[in-house]
């Protein structure tokens, strides 16, 4: 009975491997930085903790532009519309939950506008609203790379006023496939316990 019990407890763990809800984004809500910035401010920076500046500078804001609780984002234009990424580690065949708080600053679909990469999938939005917006989407991931990078771009008017983004979430709410050689050991673990036990009787 008890080598049942922990063949079964094996077999739990294993088929629920990679299940978790952990956030693969680091430093998503943009707080991780060696900076400390007033609220009501801004700066213009050429690193970004956890994020690769592929337009040599992003720039960050504090409690501005309908951001009323005293936390970082980034503005997707600069001086020109930037593109910031970073490498995430994905499961082919698993589906994948994005979410982020979005604001048009300017409030124009010609200025405002941005656009998430993310292997083959791709999410844009130049959504209009006086407030900040959670907007949230999923996806399966069909590549075969167990790394992809993750991007953000503005794609709006190289104006200067672009997409205000914060708290960047990406979790995997599907269960990791479980490798053949995986339920070949369960089955094995399951038969032999059957046999010891018939042998028994």
Do not use: H
Not at 33 to 58: F, K, M, R
Not at 59 to 71: A, Y
């Amino acid at each position: 009975m008890k080598r049942l019990t922990l063949a079964l407890f094996l077999l739990v763990l294993l088929c629920g491997a990679g299940s978790a809800q952990a956030n693969l984004i680091t430093n998503g809500d943009f707080e991780t930085t060696p900076w400390n910035l007033n609220n009501g401010s801004w700066t213009i920076y050429s690193t970004l903790q956890g994020w690769n500046l592929y337009s040599g500078e992003v720039e960050v804001q504090k409690g501005m532009f309908g951001n009323s609780n005293p936390t970082n984002y980034v503005e997707l234009d600069a001086n020109k519309n930037i593109r910031i990424g970073q490498s995430v580690n994905l499961t082919t065949g698993a589906t994948y939950q994005l979410s982020f708080d979005y604001f048009n600053r300017q409030q124009s679909t010609t200025s405002g506008s941005m656009q998430v990469l993310i292997g083959d999938y791709s999410y844009e939005t130049s959504a209009l609203g006086t407030q900040w917006t959670t907007l949230t989407t999923s996806f399966v991931y069909k590549g075969s790379s167990p790394s992809e990078i993750l991007y953000l771009l503005g794609t709006g008017k190289s104006d200067s006023y672009g997409a205000l983004v914060d708290n960047i979430s990406l979790l995997q709410t599907s269960p990791t496939p479980v490798p053949g050689a995986v339920w070949l050991l369960g089955s094995a673990l399951v038969g032999l316990i059957g046999f010891k036990r018939k042998r028994k009787a």
